[in-house]
């Protein structure tokens, strides 16, 4: 269908008022140009989510060059593939680019690890939509030194220690005598997540842990660890890494007989986990984010007429992420110690209606997560969890 669909002015003015104010720019004013950046994967088997965020940002920029005609908006690409080893290569470059005054990004949280030292050294503020590592945020953890973000890191996104609890309770809703089988991807996303739902699976009644195992997010052949999921008896399989990984275990899964429910965390919560996995994948039980459609149709709509796209995972997020940098710009905050000291201070609130507003850390105070529902094909958003 090609035909464009308008936001109403409401609409427009209600994400507008996020930016500070509205536009008088004189038709004679000289455009006023600055830079921003997006990071995440880009190419690769996680190319689906950086592309869906990188669609929010985008969008969020459309809206305020609209509303903002004396100002263009820049958009630098970053492509990490979600790979830390890859983010290493790239973020120095960024890093050295000055032009670049605030990033979207890193989507990965070890990615965001990985790029760290050379968004520190030359300041730049970053905003990720994704990264839920809880060391990123905290300066207390064991690997502090190397994870803890500020004074640039900051996310508008619940933490995975909120994740780990709801991961447990939606994989086992329904099943009185629940036996869990966790197991990671070896990442630094997948492997605190996973002990977040075994800890939080002693809370939930019914449920028992009955084993685990870590394999290389490289891993093509499961069968070693599908044998030792029925070894176990085990009626429900929680997977803590990413959706590529996952569509071709459950695959596996399902062909070796197996009909334990299957679950993930949100980084398996992608449109692209149900298309690649295909039938294997109906009635995996994901956590994840409210989508744009669900906030707001008439957004959605707008964001389809301004994109070309339906909005993706972690759509709100990028959004939110963009217009608190694109605030920041239409308040005169354009050098990287400006807008450094403008995010600090951020407290508006986003397009879902959530209050974001930074503590010392960089984490956000309210937020959650919801259950989602493989069903034909398609993520059905059964609610919040946390």
């Avoid at 809206?63 to 290493?88: H, Q």
């Avoid at 939606?170 to 990442?187: C, P």
Wanted: hydrophobic letters at 40%.
């Amino acid at each position: 269908m090609n035909k464009k669909i308008k936001a109403s002015a409401a609409i427009v003015a209600a994400i507008a008022l996020s930016f500070g104010a509205f536009a008088t720019t004189s038709a004679s004013a000289a455009t006023k140009t600055f830079t921003l950046a997006y990071q995440g994967p880009l190419s690769g088997g996680e190319a689906s989510t950086g592309i869906d965020e990188q669609n929010g940002v985008k969008y969020a920029i459309k809206v305020f060059e609209a509303a903002n005609p004396g100002y263009k908006i820049n958009l630098v690409s970053v492509d990490d593939e979600g790979d830390p080893a890859v983010a290493s290569k790239v973020a120095p470059g960024v890093g050295t680019n000055t032009k670049i005054i605030g990033l979207i990004g890193p989507a990965y949280s070890g990615a965001t690890i990985a790029s760290l030292p050379y968004y520190k050294a030359g300041n730049l503020t970053v905003i990720s939509p994704s990264a839920t590592r809880v060391s990123l945020t905290d300066p207390k953890s064991p690997t502090a030194k190397s994870d803890y973000g500020r004074p640039i890191f900051h996310r508008v996104v619940a933490t995975d220690d909120k994740q780990g609890p709801a991961l447990a309770k939606f994989a086992t809703a329904g099943n009185t005598a629940a036996k869990v089988f966790v197991f990671d991807d070896q990442s630094s996303y997948a492997v605190p997540l996973r002990g977040y739902v075994e800890a939080a699976l002693k809370n939930v009644k019914g449920a028992t842990l009955v084993g685990g195992d870590s394999v290389p997010n490289t891993t093509t052949d499961f069968s070693p660890t599908i044998a030792k999921i029925k070894s176990a008896g085990a009626n429900v399989v929680i997977y803590t890494g990413y959706y590529s990984q996952a569509a071709v275990f459950v695959k596996q899964l399902r062909d070796s007989g197996s009909t334990a429910t299957f679950a993930g965390g949100d980084g398996v919560f992608n449109q692209q986990f149900a298309v690649l996995a295909g039938k294997a994948g109906e009635g995996a039980k994901l956590t994840g984010v409210a989508g744009l459609a669900d906030v707001d149709p008439k957004i959605e709509a707008d964001f389809k007429a301004k994109i070309g796209v339906s909005s993706g995972v972690y759509a709100v997020e990028s959004i939110d992420a963009a217009n608190i940098f694109l605030s920041g710009i239409k308040n005169g905050k354009t050098t990287r110690a400006a807008m450094n000291k403008w995010v600090k201070s951020y407290n508006f609130k986003g397009i879902a209606g959530a209050n974001i507003k930074f503590n010392q850390h960089g984490d956000i105070s309210e937020g959650g997560f919801a259950g989602f529902l493989v069903t034909g094909g398609t993520l059905v958003n059964k609610g919040p969890v946390a």
